[in-house]
């Protein structure tokens, strides 16, 4: 069964910094590129950064809107894709999800963690 766990979001003053985590289960995690997206309040969810997997070169991209102050990063051995988040600004605040879509033997499969809340406030 496929697990995406998020931790790492809370509160934090305008310019600070976190990172997210995301432990992932029940799959071929080094497979498979990984994604986080957010969700703020009255507004669509939007991809934020992707990492593909080893195999296909470890790739990053960011949204515009995070780039110079995101970071992805993987840990295939702990089956964990990170989210260094720094300048963090008030627009930053919202839900923020990992993503994966594995394949099922039949079909792909969009999978999603829980979900965890970043506040950026002062």
């Known amino acids: 069964q496929v697990q995406l766990v998020e931790s790492g979001g809370g509160l934090v003053q305008p310019g600070g910094s976190l990172r997210l985590s995301c432990a992932a289960s029940g799959f071929m995690f080094s497979s498979y590129a990984m994604r986080w997206y957010r969700q703020a309040p009255g507004k669509e969810r939007e991809l934020v950064a992707s990492?593909?997997?080893?195999?296909?070169?470890?790739?990053?991209n960011y949204a515009d809107s995070v780039k110079g102050r995101f970071t992805i990063s993987r840990d295939d051995a702990k089956n964990t894709v990170y989210l260094q988040m720094n300048s963090l600004a008030p627009d930053d605040t919202a839900v923020y999800y990992c993503n994966s879509k594995v394949w099922t033997a039949t079909r792909w499969v969009d999978y999603w963690g829980q979900g965890t809340q970043v506040t950026v406030s002062s």
């Open positions: 990492i593909n997997s080893v195999a296909r070169g470890g790739t990053t």
